[in-house]
């Protein structure tokens, strides 16, 4: 019988993804400040980096729970047939 492992992140994958992600946000704050543009643009621009900011983190929380919750049943499922397998005995009379 086999089992799945699931592929790990590495730690320089998880620091590359945290670096660009900062870069890609700072630039982009860096750009709403110093748009030349009326103030009351400028905050509405502002709202919308913070909104796409919060909401990215919400729907990446999402996306994860959901991939552990299937691993879960997975491995439920996996152990039930296998305690099926081996409570099994073909030679067994049945009476």
């Given at each position: 019988?086999?089992?799945q ?64 919750s ?10 039930r ?7 099994h ?7």
């Amino acid at each position: 019988m086999s089992t799945q492992t699931q592929p790990k992140n590495t730690n320089a994958f998880f620091m590359q993804a945290g670096i660009s992600f900062g870069i890609a946000l700072l630039t982009l704050i860096f750009a709403v400040i110093y748009l030349p543009v009326d103030p009351w643009i400028r905050a509405f621009l502002g709202l919308g980096v913070m909104y796409l900011t919060t909401s990215s983190f919400t729907l990446a929380k999402c996306v994860r729970d959901a991939q552990e919750s299937q691993a879960v049943h997975a491995r439920l499922d996996q152990a039930r047939v296998e305690r099926i397998l081996s409570e099994h005995d073909p030679f067994r009379e049945i009476a």
